[in-house]
């Protein structure tokens, strides 16, 4: 009988897998790799974030590039330009896929980071964290910021107009940002939770399935994976809903282009 790990690696699960990352939300390098064998060939994908790279550095993501993986260092810069632009130029050569940046460190700030990865013989894609799904709309009023609705698309269109690759948005802000910004555009989604599972800390979430749906490019998988019961097999019930949201909208576009 075949079993979940061998069934999660196979062909089936090839747009689940190439579209999600998973987070390493751990604090040293060993636990990094315990998470990452356990997953073995069927996941490809890893977002790196800061506790982790506050304890490990650049070791882990050396150590999972030379494993073969795609990694997506989420260190959320924010700071002056010539300061992002200087932390950009350090990690642009290390074989990172993905990198980001707040966008409300502004035009100029985006302008600088995107420069700096210019001239890198495998530039990773820059996206910008637009609002953090952890941020419902009163917190954002009691610092005096518009709603997400409003917030989102605006500080996706500045990503776009400053060269970034995309954003970082709640699946709920997905559909509005493709009204302002064209494909393709990354929009990767954090904090989606299978229906009924422990939000934690995030405020602004979906399931994985309405992410895809709403046009989401790619996944980012925290501790609705890495802190189940059974992290296999949590997995493959969100990229069954992955797979099958995918599956819905590539055959809603098919009927649309024939009728057209
Ligand atoms: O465990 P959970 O699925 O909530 O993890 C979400 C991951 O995505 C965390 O690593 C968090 O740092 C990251 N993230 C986020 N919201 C953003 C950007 C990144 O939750 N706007």
């Not at 330009?81 to 980001?100: F, K, Q, W, Y």
């Amino acid at each position: 009988m075949t079993n979940v790990l061998d069934m999660l690696a196979s062909h089936a699960y090839d747009f689940a897998r190439s579209h999600s990352y998973i987070a390493l939300d751990v604090p040293s390098l060993e636990r990094a790799k315990s998470l990452v064998e356990l997953f073995g060939k069927a996941v490809d994908g890893y977002k790196v974030g800061l506790e982790l790279f506050h304890a490990a550095g650049m070791d882990v993501v050396e150590w999972l590039v030379r494993s073969g993986k795609r990694v997506f260092l989420d260190v959320k810069l924010h700071d002056i330009p010539n300061t992002v632009a200087g932390a950009l130029r350090v990690l642009r050569d290390s074989g990172i896929d993905m990198v980001n940046v707040h966008a409300l460190g502004g035009a100029k700030m985006l302008e600088a980071a995107r420069n700096a990865l210019e001239g890198s013989a495998h530039r990773p894609q820059l996206i910008a964290v637009t609002v953090l799904t952890s941020l419902g709309d009163d917190a954002l009023h009691q610092m005096q910021l518009p709603p997400s609705s409003a917030l989102v698309p605006q500080l996706a269109q500045l990503a776009y107009q400053c060269g970034l690759d995309g954003v970082v948005a709640s699946a709920l802000d997905i559909e509005a940002i493709y009204t302002h910004v064209p494909a393709p555009f990354v929009t990767v989604v954090p904090g989606t939770r299978p229906a009924g599972a422990d939000v934690h800390d995030q405020v602004r979430t979906r399931t994985p399935g309405q992410a895809i749906a709403s046009g989401a490019t790619h996944l980012v998988i925290g501790r609705a994976v890495t802190q189940a019961a059974s992290p296999l097999a949590a997995l493959k019930s969100i990229w069954d809903e992955m797979e099958r949201a995918q599956m819905h909208r590539v055959d809603t576009e098919r009927s649309h282009t024939s009728h057209e």
